[in-house]
């Protein structure tokens, strides 16, 4: 069974910095690219990144480009965020999600809540 | 990146059928047979229910079907049943390791 376990959310005050992980099992993790996502309370989706199985691609939303860094650990099975110089509209449930081959994604998270406020 | 166009809002009686665009660009969807849509419950994860444009995940019933032309994407819900009350969203890959979705839909049975 695909999980996806997501981890590092919390309360963090604008400008500053947070971590996000996602333990991933049930699947073998370095063949597949991974994602995140994120939606506000009550809002729409909104993919955030990418990074392909080797990390050599990678993509950003325009909202978080030079200001979040997505990165995995093939070994640990484990996909990261982190995210610098926070802002309140990056207050958003994330979720880590698996991608496929043909661009679309089957397994999610549950999500971890991003709190941005002073 | 702008986000692909939806209807906020759509409803129908049980046993009607619907169709929800999603419009986006020449960079997007009229570019990639690579759509997707997603539903999501209340407090819950979305789960995939087309993929490719067209293709169902083993699983999902086939009263959901999808379609594109162009740059406008569609899903159709056919014999709306009351569980179908959730909200969807679609989304296209954009190239560049890039991907948008579309702004939902909240589908009422009513």
């Known amino acids: 069974e695909v999980q996806l376990v997501e981890s590092g959310g919390g309360l963090v005050q604008p400008g500053r910095s947070l971590r996000l992980s996602c333990a991933a099992s049930?699947?073998?993790?370095?063949?597949?690219?991974m994602h995140w996502v994120r939606q506000v309370p009550g809002k729409g989706l909104e993919w955030v990144s990418g990074i392909s199985w080797n990390s050599l691609a990678i993509g950003y939303a325009d909202s978080v480009k030079g200001r979040f860094t997505i990165s995995r650990d093939n070994a640990k099975n484990s996909l990261y965020l982190q995210m610098n110089s926070l802002r309140p509209e990056d207050t958003a449930f994330y979720y880590c999600?698996?991608?496929?081959?043909?661009?679309?994604?089957?397994?999610w998270g549950q999500g971890s809540l991003v709190s941005v406020s002073s | 990146q702008s986000a692909l166009t939806q209807p906020a809002s759509m409803s129908g009686s049980p046993g009607q059928s619907i169709s929800i665009s999603c419009t986006g660009t020449t960079s997007d969807v009229g570019s990639y047979n690579l759509v997707s849509w997603y539903q999501q419950f209340p407090g819950k994860a979305p789960k995939l229910i087309i993929y490719d444009v067209s293709k169902r995940p083993s699983g999902v019933s086939n009263h959901f079907s999808g379609s594109k032309s162009g740059n406008t994407a569609s899903l159709t819900i056919s014999g709306l049943q009351a569980e179908d009350e959730a909200d969807y969203y679609c989304c296209s890959y954009a190239g560049s390791s890039i991907y948008v979705f579309g702004t939902g839909t909240k589908v009422t049975v009513l």
């Open positions: 999600v698996k991608g496929t081959v043909t661009k679309y994604f089957d397994y």
């Open positions: 049930g699947f073998t993790f370095d063949d597949y690219v």
